[in-house]
């Protein structure tokens, strides 16, 4: 009996993620996630509480696919260097394909519900952390010259955070994007002074 409750959860998540992508949190309903799911309203009360209730497991599912996705690419880094660009691009590029996680960490009208701030200080948390873990590895391994992981950890979080809005709201095509983080990445891998 658990497994298939956990089988139709899974699905009426599943429903209710691409509902929420489609139309917003604001303007999905019960019956559309119901009528998506094929199900009736009072069977998806029977699984969730609530439309917050099945948004929160939604967040939850695509957060979880974000990490476990970050990881790989991270990983996937042969040097420190490699990591650490493979995780500015990544987060650049992919955190908004995972919408719903997306809008909880960006969109004010979110705020009301319980769980939204804990996702945002959670991925802030995580972000600042395994950008921490790649800087510290660099300069065990001679590969970064910086004398505190925790500033360099900061410096890039909050460069990352004010990009997305330039580079994701403006016309840009995919190539000029790459160039502007090309740009980006010389910056912050090699600064600005003349050596």
């Given amino acids: 009996m658990v497994v298939v409750k956990d089988h139709v959860r899974a699905e009426i998540v599943s429903v209710a993620r691409k509902t929420f992508t489609r139309q917003g949190f604001k303007k999905t309903t019960m019956e559309n996630i119901a009528h998506g799911a094929g199900k009736g309203k009072s ?3 029977y699984y969730f509480k609530s439309k917050e209730e099945i948004f929160e497991a939604v967040v939850e599912k695509e957060a979880d696919e974000l990490r476990s996705a970050l990881e790989k690419v991270i990983q996937a880094g042969n040097d420190p260097m490699g990591r650490l660009k ?3 691009m990544f987060r650049l590029y992919h955190v908004k ?5 997306y809008a909880a960490l960006k969109e004010d009208s979110l705020d009301q519900m319980r769980f939204v701030e804990d996702v945002r200080k959670k991925f802030e948390e995580q972000e600042y952390q395994t950008v921490c873990d790649i800087l ?8 970064f010259k910086i004398n505190d992981s925790r500033i360099g950890s900061i410096a890039i979080t909050t460069m990352l955070k004010g990009l997305e809005l330039p580079l994701f709201l403006n016309k840009y095509t995919r190539a000029e994007k790459e160039e502007l ?15």
């Fill in 43 to 45: 069977s998806i009360y």
């Fill in 86 to 88: 493979a995780y500015i």
């Fill in 97 to 101: 394909t995972v919408s719903n996680f």
């Fill in 136 to 143: 510290d590895t660099g300069i065990k391994e001679g590969a």
């Fill in 181 to 195: 983080l090309d740009g980006l990445m010389q910056v912050i891998f090699y600064g600005l002074i003349k050596r």
